[in-house]
C-alpha cells in the first residue's frame, strides 16, 4: 500500500513570531505562549497515518492526542501525549540542540512511539486490562510500576520487541502497548516473526480481541488532559533546566581510580598527548555508540564524558605511548559501567 510522502517540514507549518529567534530569546518564551497546535502542524501527517493504520486493522476506535512535554499516555486516561517540540521544526531543532536528540523527531520512531502509546490509549478507553484472560497473558495491572528499575531479560521470549531497552517487560501495561504496536505495525508478519516464541500467544490474543472491539464505541472517555503544554507555564529555559536535571542527576561518582586506569601516568622522554583532548576527539563516537547500545539518554552521556573530561585535563593525565584503537573500545567500557552503575546506584537511594 503507497502512503503519501510527509510534508516538507519547513513549508508545512503555520508561522509564529518566535520561529525567527535565537537559542537564547527563544529559551524565555512560556511554553504555553507558543501557542503550538497539532493542527497544521508535521504531527498532523503522522497522526493521519496512524489513523490510517487503526483503518487498515478494522479498528473504529480513532485514539485522541494533544500536546504534552513529554511521551505519554496518563494512567487510565485514554488520550495520547506527543512532545509539544515535535509540532515545530523551530523547537525540534532547539530540542536537539539542548538535550541533543529529540526523540520522535524521525517519522520512523515517531511512528513507532504513537503505536505504543495508543496501546495504552486503547487498553483504558475499552477497559480490557479487567478482562480475566487479559490479566492471564499480561499480569495483574495493580503491580508496581518502575520504569527504571526492572528485571531486564535481553533474550526472553515471552515478550514482543517493539521499542528499545525490552520495554514490554516493565509493567503488564507496558507488555500488552508493545505487544500492540507489534500487532499493528503495518508489514509486518508477526506470526512468522514471533512464531515458536510464548509471546505469539499474546499477540493472538491482541489479533482477537481488536476483531471483537472492531466497530464498538469505547466504554470509557474522559476530557481530561494532564501535563498538556497548552497550560505549561514554565519557560523553555526552564523546561531544559529541569529535563537536564532529571537526566543528569545521579551520575556523581568518584571518577579519578577510573580515569588512572585508562590514562596511567608515565614518563616518556617525549612530549606527551593530553588525555582530555582525545576524548573530546572522539566524544560524538562515544555519546552515540553508548546511548544507543546501553539505551541511555544522550544527554547523560554527554554530561558523564564532559565532566571526565574536564577532570582528566585538571588531573594533566596523558595517552600511554602505545595506544591503540583498543584505548577507545575501553574507554567505551568503562563510560557504559559508570552509567549504568551510578542510574543504579541512584534508583537504590531513592527507591529504599
Known amino acids: 500500500m503507497n502512503r503519501p510522502a510527509e510534508p516538507d517540514l519547513?513549508?508545512?507549518?503555520?508561522?509564529?513570531?518566535?520561529?525567527?529567534?535565537?537559542?537564547?530569546?527563544?529559551?524565555r518564551w512560556r511554553i504555553s505562549d507558543l501557542k503550538v497546535r497539532?493542527?497544521?502542524?508535521?504531527?498532523?501527517?503522522?497522526?493521519?497515518?496512524?489513523?490510517?493504520?487503526?483503518?487498515?486493522?478494522?479498528?473504529?476506535?480513532?485514539?485522541?492526542?494533544?500536546?504534552?512535554?513529554?511521551?505519554?499516555?496518563?494512567?487510565?486516561?485514554?488520550?495520547?501525549?506527543?512532545?509539544?517540540?515535535?509540532a515545530h521544526p523551530r523547537l525540534t531543532q532547539l530540542e536537539k540542540t539542548m538535550m541533543l536528540e529529540a526523540e520522535g523527531a524521525p517519522e520512523k520512531e515517531c511512528m513507532k512511539l504513537l503505536r505504543h502509546e495508543t496501546g495504552h490509549c486503547i487498553n483504558y478507553a475499552y477497559r480490557l486490562y479487567t478482562r480475566s484472560r487479559w490479566r492471564e497473558l499480561f499480569g495483574p495491572m495493580s503491580l508496581e510500576y518502575n520504569p527504571h528499575e526492572y528485571s531486564m531479560k535481553p533474550?526472553?521470549?515471552q515478550f514482543v520487541i517493539h521499542l528499545k531497552d525490552n520495554y514490554?517487560?516493565?509493567?503488564?501495561?507496558?507488555?500488552?502497548?508493545?505487544?500492540?504496536?507489534?500487532?499493528?505495525?503495518?508489514?509486518?508478519?508477526?506470526?512468522?516473526?514471533?512464531?515458536?516464541w510464548p509471546a505469539l500467544k499474546k499477540l493472538e490474543y491482541v489479533d482477537h480481541l481488536m476483531t471483537a472491539i472492531a466497530n464498538q464505541p469505547p466504554v470509557f472517555t474522559s476530557a481530561k488532559r494532564y501535563w498538556s503544554a497548552a497550560k505549561a507555564r514554565s519557560t523553555l529555559e526552564n523546561y531544559f533546566i529541569m529535563k537536564r536535571r532529571e537526566f543528569g542527576k545521579g551520575y556523581k561518582g568518584f571518577y579519578d581510580p577510573v580515569l588512572l586506569r585508562l590514562f596511567p601516568k608515565t614518563d616518556t622522554g617525549s612530549p606527551p598527548e593530553p588525555a582530555y583532548r582525545y576524548l573530546v576527539q572522539n566524544r560524538k563516537i562515544?555519546?552515540?555508540?553508548?546511548s544507543t547500545w546501553a539505551g541511555l539518554p544522550k544527554y547523560s552521556v554527554h554530561e558523564l564524558v564532559s565532566r571526565l573530561t574536564e577532570r582528566a585535563r585538571s588531573m594533566q593525565l596523558t595517552l600511554p605511548p602505545d595506544h591503540d584503537r583498543d584505548l577507545l573500545f575501553r574507554v567505551?567500557?568503562?563510560?557504559?559501567?559508570?552509567?549504568?552503575?551510578?542510574?543504579?546506584?541512584y534508583t537504590n537511594q531513592t527507591n529504599p
Do not use: M
Open 10 to 27: 519547513e513549508t508545512a507549518v503555520p508561522q509564529f513570531p518566535w520561529a525567527s529567534l535565537n537559542d537564547r530569546e527563544l529559551l
Open 38 to 86: 497539532i493542527e497544521g502542524s508535521p504531527l498532523e501527517h503522522r497522526i493521519q497515518r496512524l489513523y490510517q493504520e487503526f483503518q487498515d486493522k478494522g479498528l473504529s476506535y480513532r485514539p485522541p492526542c494533544y500536546l504534552t512535554t513529554e511521551w505519554l499516555t496518563p494512567d487510565r486516561i485514554p488520550a495520547v501525549g506527543i512532545p509539544f517540540y515535535l
Open 155 to 157: 533474550y526472553s521470549k
Open 168 to 196: 514490554a517487560q516493565v509493567h503488564p501495561d507496558e507488555d500488552f502497548a508493545e505487544t500492540f504496536a507489534t500487532w499493528l505495525t503495518p508489514g509486518l508478519d508477526w506470526r512468522s516473526r514471533y512464531r515458536g
Open 286 to 290: 562515544l555519546v552515540d555508540t553508548i
Open 332 to 345: 567505551g567500557i568503562c563510560l557504559n559501567s559508570l552509567l549504568l552503575s551510578e542510574q543504579a546506584s
